[in-house]
């Protein structure tokens, strides 16, 4: 599962209704220390997740099972809120 | 779920027959601010998007999900025509 | 599904037996002026593409919707040869 | 399956519930000498899998398949710990 | 499917149980001339395979396809032997 940031969110009124029913947030991928890299995608939130906190995402058909119904049409979802990561024997995250 | 911009479209006469009845619509991955980033890849449009609009596709097996019938060989679709997105705390798009 | 450029074609005596029937071409991801993009990749083609021309491929599972028998161990296929493709109000590529 | 190196763990009190019973560790893809290559990502680990290990990851939907449970929202599993690696006629890796 | 070029091999006695009965062969996804591209990655061979050989590799749940069995947790699989790739116009690799 990649490690990303919650930076931001989507909105979007035409949608297929089965996104509904979940935020669409925006996520960047990041590195152990939470260091945004690349571009952002749209991520659906399962778990509570706030702007700037460092959460796990499924993606894939997984972020299918991840939704709770394989039929909704998502390819990535954020699965769990990070407490703090351990990388080389140093913490290099803490959630404040 | 990756964001792209609407760029343009893909005719095709010879195809596989389960692709009918939707548009092929050219979309390139962008950023929160709608800059196309890398060469532009053909997503079937399930909810109308226009040129110039960015989106929100799903990829995968999610887009077969997308596309009504896990039956369509399709590996990207258009699920949601964006409003507006939100970036370290600033509206970087609008649609216009 | 991305764009590929159909540029010539793998022979092998020696493989899972349910890649019989059916070509497989040697394709490069292009953009869509048809330039070919990295290094090519071997995919199953069910439509009946010819060296020069542009297609669509679907990969990953879906590739093996598009083979028409999900059994068969394929994660790249051509679903459709394109006419032309529109990018920002030109038409980059038609087929010759 | 990529070859990773295990450089740490995630820690995440707040997660899908199907990620419980499984330790989520950080590991970061790595070259056939065990070197670091990009960030890392979080995979759980199904074989017992300690810190400077080389181990096996099988990622997407098979990484379902490895957990055990393919109802897990998991992308990426650990599915083996190497002992060696030859990579062009030497053994490039030996587990310590 | 990618090309590869079988480089070596990975050594492995604490893995998932289901990954026994196959090789894991050590394979660097190669260009249609066979040069090695990129950090090498761990595919089950299922055609018998012999170090310094071109071949194709299907990923993702297609080599789960290929593996014979789609619960082994596997996201790679070797499903043929290359005997020659043409590439425009020209033999570029010949198996020797």
């Known amino acids: 599962m ?5 930076v931001g969110m989507a909105i979007a009124t035409v ?3 089965r996104l ?5 947030l925006l996520v960047s991928a990041a590195d152990s220390a939470g260091r945004e890299q690349g571009i952002p995608i749209v991520a ?3 778990v509570g997740a706030g702007e700037g906190e460092l959460v796990m995402i499924a ?7 991840a939704a709770g119904d ?3 049409p998502v390819d990535a ?5 990070l407490d703090s990561l351990q ?3 140093k913490t290099t995250y803490t959630k404040s």
């Open 2 to 6: 990649r490690i990303a940031k919650v």
């Open 15 to 17: 949608k297929d209704r």
């Open 20 to 24: 509904e029913g979940g935020k669409c």
């Open 44 to 46: 659906l939130d399962m």
């Open 59 to 65: 993606e894939g058909s997984s972020a299918r099972v």
């Open 70 to 72: 394989v039929n909704r």
């Open 77 to 81: 979802v954020i699965v769990a809120i």
């Open 87 to 89: 990388h080389n024997g």
